[in-house]
């Protein structure tokens, strides 16, 4: 299906105000990586929702009120005014005004009513049709096209959250897990749950024809691995907080240890081909891609997180993660009265997360590009429904935009090296101030048009076919493109190749060589003047004379010539 759907949710609350006390939102499933059922998980209700195999999205005006977002600072918050709840435009509406008699003093159209007449209504009626009337319908209309300008943003048009994206036909995600205790320690919780993650991405992610991905998993222990106990070490940081108690009135520092992501992914990047096997030689083959995910699976019961926000940290060439077996921890973040959490024992939603991001370029929910800004913004608007990102939501399950978004982004990316490699062999020849058609030979230039005739056409096709959401033609498309691309390339380098370059020697300016010999015949003179002794100061003043006429100096004016002559 090309189309998206949008559906408005009880608009007839218009006619029929909502009873008192009756607020409602909407929980998104919470896909449980594991047969324990989780209550720390946060679960923060919404007012709409988008579909996950279909594209639709729908908004209950009715249902709220809400508000999410940073409890002190920070941007991206929403509120009940960032929403289209319908009550809040109907409690701002002044009540109608009535005669003695009970009736309307303003005139009601009967389009709200098509099928009563004004003397026939009920008081109830009356009082609906007032209700009507003073409803502020710009306000409100104006108020679902921002909603709406918003939710394209962040569900239709997301952009890529990476650049470049992996383009493979071969994906490993190798899992690499870390512990502080023995390999074969029983885990006094095991919630983290790889064989979940592997099944959502199967399951959730499309996967173009002839692609292929595998799972591996290794395991070390910080006891016996001296390069995973240096990396620790250097990466590992600690932060003071002072908090004050209202109890006694003193202030009190906090000492909290956290892993610095960039440190870590720098000391990573140095012993990954240790700690990973198979990764240099997965590397090396052509289509494949190797993605290790690092998670430092600690049993202390301290809370250590990266860059002491973050449970997982998408990398373009790994993820990193960390759990501990610390109790729920709390954000300064609010749902409502409620604050944001996230369970430091399970790493797997966020982990799950940076894996779509790191390999697909998939921008977590919170983040859009603004074009004001010429740079990425937080709007947490849509991290309240099914999603694998944010702290606002514990589902594991992807929307349709964050599916499309991964077959999308690889084609985007293929579009634009294809755009940027025709600029560059049209502009091949540009330095030397030669057009192509000026380069190729009669018969080259015929091979050149053909194959850019068909360039063309597999381009617009693979737009048509992405524009209609079919994501394999438009790859298949987009792949065959690339072997006329290098066909032209051939083209023009073979007629590159029958140039050859030369050196023009041009004459200097006239002012500049006659300087050049008038001060190296100065300094002759003068040295010849100091060997002989012979000739003197008239001698030299005659010889200069005499230069400066040579060499157009001083010449003599036609008036002086006539009288000489």
């Known amino acids: ?168 036909r071969e994906l490993t995600l190798h899992l690499v897990m870390f512990h502080d205790h023995p390999i074969g320690y029983p885990e006094k ?110 049993s202390f019961t301290n809370i250590m997180l990266l860059d002491r926000q973050y449970q997982s940290i998408s990398f373009p060439d790994m993820v990193i993660s960390i759990q501990t077996d610390a109790p729920k921890m709390l954000f300064d973040e609010v749902c409502g009265t409620d604050y944001a959490s996230v369970d430091p024992q399970d790493a797997s939603r966020a982990t799950f997360g940076s894996i779509l991001t790191t390999v697909w370029s998939i921008a977590p929910t919170e983040i859009r590009w603004s074009p004001e800004r010429n740079s990425t913004s937080k709007d947490l608007l849509w991290t309240v429904t099914n999603t694998p990102f944010g702290v606002f939501s514990a589902s594991m399950e992807m929307s349709f935009s964050q599916r499309d978004s991964a077959a999308r982004n690889p084609i985007y990316f293929l579009m634009d090296q294809t755009i940027r490699r025709v600029h560059s062999l049209l502009d091949h020849f540009a330095v030397y101030d030669k057009e192509l058609s000026e380069v190729l030979s009669a018969s080259e230039h015929l091979k050149f048009v053909r194959r850019w005739n068909f360039l063309q056409y597999k381009l617009e096709q693979a737009k048509s076919k992405l524009a209609s959401h079919n994501y394999n033609n438009s790859m298949s498309y987009m792949i065959s493109l690339q072997h006329d691309l290098s066909a032209l390339h051939e083209l023009v380098h073979e007629a590159g190749s029958k140039l050859s370059s030369y050196y023009v020697c041009k004459k200097t300016s006239s002012s500049k060589s006659t300087m050049t010999w008038f001060l190296s015949s100065f300094f002759v003179l003068n040295y010849f003047i100091k060997i002989t002794s012979v000739v003197g100061s008239v001698g030299l003043l005659i010889y200069i004379v005499q230069l400066s006429h040579l060499f157009g100096f001083w010449r003599p004016t036609s008036a002086a010539k006539s009288k000489s002559n």
Not at 15 to 25: A, G, I, Q, R, W
Not at 123 to 131: G, M, T, V
Not at 143 to 155: E, G, M, P
Not at 256 to 280: N, R, T
Request: net charge neutral.
């Open 1 to 168: 299906d090309m189309s998206y759907s949008i559906y408005l949710l009880n608009l007839f609350s218009v006619h029929e105000p909502k009873p008192e006390n009756l607020n409602y939102l909407y929980h998104a499933p919470s896909l449980s990586t594991t047969d324990i059922p989780r209550e720390d998980r946060m679960n923060c209700g919404s007012v709409f929702w988008a579909g996950t195999n279909d594209r639709y999205i729908w908004v209950d005006v009715g249902a709220g009120p809400h508000s999410y977002g940073p409890r002190t600072s920070g941007e991206g918050g929403v509120t009940t005014a960032s929403l289209p709840y319908l009550p809040r435009y109907l409690s701002s509406s002044p009540d109608a005004v009535e005669s003695s008699s009970g009736e309307s003093q303003k005139k009601v159209p009967l389009s709200a009513f098509p099928n009563s007449k004004p003397s026939s209504l009920s008081p109830s009626l009356r009082q609906k049709q007032s209700l009507w009337n003073n409803f502020p319908k710009t306000k409100f209309s104006l108020d679902i096209i921002s909603f709406l300008k918003r939710t394209t943003d962040h569900l239709i048009s997301p952009s890529i959250h990476r650049y470049p994206v992996h383009i493979w």
């Open 189 to 298: 919780y095991d919630y983290f749950n790889w064989k979940h993650i592997q099944a959502q991405i199967l399951k959730q992610v499309p996967i173009f024809q002839n692609q292929k991905i595998q799972f591996n998993f290794t395991e070390h222990s910080l006891l016996d691995c001296s390069e995973c106990s240096t990396i620790l070490i250097h990466s590992r940081k600690e932060h003071t907080s002072t908090t004050y108690r209202d109890r006694n009135s003193q202030l009190h520092s906090h000492v909290h240890s956290f892993i610095d992501s960039a440190e870590m992914h720098a000391m990573l990047e140095k012993f990954k081909h240790m700690l990973v096997p198979g990764l240099e030689q997965g590397s090396k083959k052509e289509g494949s891609v190797v993605i290790p995910i690092f998670l430092f699976d600690f």
